[in-house]
């Protein structure tokens, strides 16, 4: 059990547990929080976890764990953790089942008070759109060679039927597509579960959410992204489905008996993990990438229907009724990337659970008109609070790995957020507040209520303030769609 | 929820579902563990047809035969829309077979993504076994 007092303290937002905290592990841990986020993760297992995580063979530099903190099973959300390549190992618990559950940002240059009174009819036109909630089927039926070309081309594959422009493809990590994806490394049973889920949301915290830009921090930036304070913008959150969740799975099954084969040793079964150059840990990479491609294409053709229902809702109220593109980025990811340890340029497996990549200024991946400012990082707050974008910079390659939090992170569990909230009160109150909800489950919303989460405004300050991203913009809801 | 041979009960998780079971012995406590999670989902059955479905699940301990157990039940509910309120175990070394008599699902509150390893340890007690499992959610 972790104590406060076992942690030691770089900065008001920086502290660390010690390797020799605990006998095996293999890394420090480094927290990015103030005092007060970390004395409210005391009464969750976060720091117990992530110190589980620091055990995973290979690990280099150290474990980071973001502000938005909080209990996962395994590594904490909102953890990043990178493996020496070759030697280290792959764990998909550290990347989650969720795979590249993710983020995509849309602006406009519509007037929010042009369009006020249209909010409703959008809200509508959206749920309408968006096919959300549990057991949901889209509109979308994939054969086997269509999921297969999803899962090879990702956003490719959706900008060839039609869903997606080149400015699309540009503007989203990785450019909507990892290479080295393997379709034959995906089970029957997944193909099954992802064949017809292409185009959902989802549920739980998945949402679509149409925003204010209530106020801008970079003007140059926000230039570059397009974001124009007054005007609408879009987040679209959702992943790979059931799609990425049973090749999760999968994976995590098979290497129960993995970690036996090469005599690894972990305090929690669901960080089981192999070699990345084994078979297995191949095998699995080559399948999480199908997953990866897969959630990208789902964004991308869920981002073609937000913008069908602003279409339909708004082209005769407003001259520029059209979504542009700022960034699509991941949250649950692993990746091979190169980052500098103790001066020296290796390559590592990078993972991502619950956090962003954030890279800096200078990035030659990042599109053309973003690579000198930064990569855009998008960190949704709760329903009915605000959300940011910010910008990733050289402080987060030196200190975290290129990466930054990915919201506001639970304080609540559900269980007790249910019983606190009613949901038809809570949706009565954002409707109060301007914010037009449409949602499947008022259960399901009540777990998703405001009071469950962070304030993300304060875990915004830790990052600024660390100097792993830098405020750009501040959103506000006014439109929230939820399955 | 059961009596005190064998049940259930939510324990506070920050982001997910965490469920206490337990039961005399390992056929219960997957039926306990089925029935939790049944309940964190919402899961009503319609009344009417019926339909039988057997689903071999194996592991070679208890902790993963618990999990394929209860991933077969979320493949089901997911692909056919099925769930079960009768079921028949089998356990036979690293192998197990349910039979179950299914209906449609007339509700569905909650999508579970995934049943974890999560800190899951099948205990035994002095009344049967006990475990606590983690759902993602």
Known sequence: MVNIKDLIRISDYEWEIPRTFRHDMQVP?????TRKLIEAVMDDKSLEQAVNSATLPGLVGHVVVMPDMHQGYGFPIGGVAATRFPDGVISPGGIGYDINCGVRLLASQIPYEDVESRLDALASALDHNCPSGVGTKGHIHLTEAELDQVCRDGSRWAQKQGYASPADLRRTEESGCLEGADPGKVSKRARERGRPQLGTLGSG?????????????????????????GCLAVQIH????????????????????????????????ELVCAPLTSPEGQNYLAAMRCAANYAFANRQVLAHY???AFEDVLAGSTRHWQLHQVYDIAHNMGKIEQHVIEGERIKVCVHRKGATRAFGPGYEGLPEEYRQMGQPVLVPGSMGTASWVLVGTQGSMERSFGSSCHGAGRVMSRARAKKSVWGEDLRASLEGKG????????????????????????????????????????????????? | MAGQSSGFREKEHTADWELDVWAPDLPGLLVEAARGMYWLMGARLEHGQRQHRSIAFSGEDDESRLVSFLQELLYLCETEGLGFDQVEITVDGNHGRAELSCAALAHLGKEVKAVTYHNLAVHETSKGLQATLVFDV
């Open chain 1, 238 to 269: 959702c992943g790979s489905r059931g799609f990425g969740h049973q090749i999760c799975s999968d994976y995590v099954n098979e290497f129960q008996k993995v970690v036996q084969r090469y005599n690894i040793h972990l305090p929690d079964r």
């Open chain 1, 205 to 229: 915290n998945h949402f679509i959410e149409v925003d204010l830009i209530e106020q801008i921090f970079d003007r140059e930036a926000a230039q570059t992204m397009g974001l124009v304070e």
């Open chain 1, 435 to 483: 914010i037009h909800i449409r949602a499947g489950s008022m259960g399901g919303l009540a777990e998703e209520a405001p009071e469950a989460y962070k304030d993300v405004d304060e875990v915004v300050q830790t990052v600024t303030e660390a100097g792993i991203a830098s405020k750009v913009a501040r959103l506000v809801p006014v439109a929230v769609v939820k399955g």
């Open chain 1, 29 to 33: 841990v480094r927290i990015f929080a």
């Open chain 1, 306 to 308: 937000a913008r069908k």
